[in-house]
Each structure stands twice: as C-alpha cells, then as structure tokens.
C-alpha cells in the first residue's frame, strides 16, 4: 500500500467498516479482497459484463467502474446482503427452479439488476422491460431465456398475479 | 487489469478543481464510468484524479432563458426520470434509454460524456443536432462555447488544459420542433455501430431547419448539410443519397455496412420527424 492510502468509513450489509486503502483500489476489489466479500464477480473489468454489480446508496452500480475511496460515507450492499436480508430470497428460488444459471459466475450481478428493476415496477414489467433492464449483465450459459422467465414470474407472484 | 497507481484528491469547489488542474497529468473523476475503464485497462494513467463529486449545485436541471440547461454533475438517470427534459429537450430523452445501462446510467453524468466526446456516444450528436452549447468554467471564470465550435477531433474538445465543463445548454422546444433517434448497436445499450440524432421545425406539411448529426462513423459527431437540405425539401431518397459519410472499418462493421446502415437511420429518423409531435 501506497503513501497515498486514504482511510474510509463506510456501511457494508448493514455492519460499520473502515480501511485503509490505495486510492486505485476499485471497489469490487476493495468488497472481495480487503473484506472477502467473494459474493461479486470480477469479469471484464471495465464495465461491459456485469457480473460486479451491487448497490451503493440504494442503486445498483459497477463496482469495476468506482473506486473504493469514492465510497468513504455511502451504504454498500452486495450479494451477500440481498441475500442474508431475505430481499431475493424469491429470486433466487425461481432461479434455481427454472434452470435460470449454470456456472453462476453472472448470477449475484443478475439478481441485484433484477430485483432493481422489480423494487422500482410500478405494474409487472414486460419480458421486453426485462431483457432491457438486464442487458448490461452477460450470461453465457443459459440464452437468458430462463433468466427472463424467472424474473417475470417473480414480477407476477410480487403483484399477486397467478397463473 | 489493474489501474496503474495514482494519487486522490476531492475538491470541494469549483475553484479548487480549477486550481488542481494545474497539477501535472491530473484528470477529473466525474462519473468514471469511462474513465474508470480506461484506468483499469491503463489506456490512461494520470498521475492525480480531482474527484469532483462532491461539488454542490452542478446536478440542476432548469429552463432558464428558452434554453434548458443541465448541469454538468446531473446523472443519466436523472435526466431520463426528468419531467423538465422530457418535455423541453425530448430529443435528450429519447437519446436517453440508449446510453449504457442502467448500473452506468446510476454513475455516469451527461458533462462527462460531453466532456469525454466519444464518437460513438449518443450526447455529443444530440448537442450538435440541437444546436447546443457548453458552458466551460476555467481559471478566467466562465465562457460559452458552441457544440458545432466545441467538438475537435478524437476525444478532443475545445476544454482548455485547466477548464472544467460544467452545464450543457440546448434550445427547449416549441410547439413546432420536431425530433428524431436511432442507433443500431448489437447489444441493447452498447456503443452504437452507427446512431443517428436529428432535430427540426415542422408544420404539419413538410420540415424546417433539418439538423442531422450522425454518430460512430467519423472521429466527431458529423452533421450531413446536403442531405439535410434534401429532407427539408421533402425528399427523402435524395436525402440517403446525398449521405457524404465516410467512415473507417472498426471491430464492428466495415466502412461499407456503416454507410449503409446510415442511410437506413436516415428513413427511420426522417419519419419520426415526420410524424413526431414535441
């Protein structure tokens, strides 16, 4: 670590944490290496795969495409927290019962792009609004075809539609 | 990869920014979500980022003198949930749903990518279909540069090296002005293989003041005057053939399959302002 180290203080799944570190430190780096937060994939490292989506404030974001000192205050949450909270808990049934991952290298970026767009739906959204609202995460195992079905359904049973 | 080492600093003024711009190879962070990238493949290495994030009231949006004006900090998102840009820049907001994604558009700031002046990016070629300008705060204080005045080259602009953009301003629209957008790019929010923005006047029976600015196939966004003219006298075959485009081949189509899919933007846009309604 650098000279340059700047301390932060920020929220992380609910628990205060403060660190050291190098202002090129991203923050899905900073999440899986400083706190072994692993939950957040790193793919292509510049913003194109998604697969190192969390949230930061309320709204998902890249964690590739900030930098862990931009984060001194805000409220981070990753996989791990969506998760432990019960939030996807949904998600992540429908998931598995329609064969919506394989690898599941795309999977916690996938659920936290989905749930913000659920969360944000005012009506069930189209399979068109989904495929659009997760078009910046790659998949390259399922086809998204699955991912598509399992996200809708969930839409369906949150608004109390059967089917 | 990894960024190469740099140092941080957070300005907490515009002066301060102004100020550590004259720093050696120092750059301004503003949504990052290019220029994080290009950190992390170390296409750039600056030696200090200025995080200007945290200077208050560069986010507004406002109608202030018939233009709207957008700060430099304001968010793609806000500007697509913006009541005031949907009905007074619609070009912006139709241009909008096509930038990135919705994780980008949480960071990413229209002054960034004003700024950055990517030539495939959608909101250089809606400034200069729109007529637009730039507002540029620097070491003399304040001065306004056009968008057809402000776009110089390959990701270079007219910012001198201590300038710091810091609004956009675009004409808002009457009663009669008319709009027009598409891009073709192979993944629903990617860089466009070729994207088309275009503004005009219309009357219910034919076009005025046909601004067409094409993007993704030159270095700058790229205005088309003769077919410009041709749309305006109504005649949209002679507006594709008057198409003087003359892009390179890239990763994503050749010269050849651009040119052509330009002219298939142009009937697309021609008949949204056609019929488009601001």
Do not use: W
């Amino acid at each position: 670590m650098s000279d340059r180290s700047l301390d932060i203080s920020l929220t992380v799944n609910g628990e205060r944490v403060q660190e050291r570190v190098d202002p090129r430190r991203t923050l899905v780096d900073f999440l899986r290496e400083d706190l072994s937060l692993t939950g957040s994939h790193v793919g292509c490292e510049h913003g194109v795969c998604g697969a190192c989506t969390v949230r930061v404030n309320g709204d998902i974001v890249r964690g590739c495409l900030m930098l862990a000192v931009q984060c001194d205050g805000a409220v981070v949450e990753t996989i791990e927290g969506l998760s432990d909270s019960g939030e996807v808990a949904d998600l992540q049934a429908a998931f598995e019962q329609r064969n919506a991952l394989q690898c599941g290298y795309c999977t916690p970026g996938m659920l936290a792009t989905a749930q913000d767009l659920l969360k944000r739906a005012k009506t069930v959204p189209s399979r068109e609004e989904i495929r659009e609202h997760i078009s910046g995460n790659y998949c390259r195992c399922t086809g998204y075809h699955a991912i598509v079905d399992a996200v809708e359904a969930v839409a369906q049973a949150r608004a109390g539609v059967r089917k | 990869m990894k960024p190469a080492p740099f140092a941080y600093k957070k300005a907490r003024t515009l002066e301060e920014a102004v100020a550590l711009l004259g720093e050696k190879d120092a750059r301004l962070l503003a949504g990052g979500q290019s220029l994080i990238a290009t950190l992390n493949m170390r296409l750039s290495s600056p030696s200090l980022l200025i995080d200007i994030n945290g200077i208050g009231g560069l986010d507004g949006i406002s109608v202030k003198g018939g233009m709207v004006e957008i700060g430099a900090l304001a968010r793609h998102v806000q500007a697509e949930r913006s009541d005031v840009v949907a009905k007074n820049a619609p070009l912006i907001a139709r241009a909008m749903p096509h930038i990135g994604h919705p994780a980008i558009r949480n960071r990413g700031t229209l002054g960034g990518s004003i700024a950055f002046a990517d030539p495939a990016a959608e909101l250089p070629a809606c400034l200069l279909a729109l007529d637009g300008e730039v507002e540029a705060t620097g070491p003399k204080g304040k001065r306004t540069i056009k968008a057809q005045d402000f776009f110089n080259g390959l990701f270079e602009t007219a910012l001198g090296p201590q300038e710091v953009l810091t609004a956009i301003r675009v004409p808002a629209a009457a009663k009669d002005t008319r709009v027009g957008f598409a891009e073709l790019a192979r993944r629903h929010g990617d860089y466009a293989i070729v994207g088309l923005a275009a503004s005009g006047r219309g009357d219910g029976k034919g076009l005025a003041d046909v601004r067409l600015a094409f993007f993704g196939v030159g270095n700058t966004p790229l205005r088309v005057k003769k077919a410009e003219a041709a749309l305006t006298a109504g005649n949209i075959d002679a507006a594709v053939n008057a198409l003087e485009l003359e892009p390179h081949d890239d990763v994503q189509a050749t010269a050849k399959v651009k040119k052509h899919l330009a002219g298939v933007l142009l009937r697309r846009v021609a008949k949204q302002l056609l019929e488009a309604r601001a």
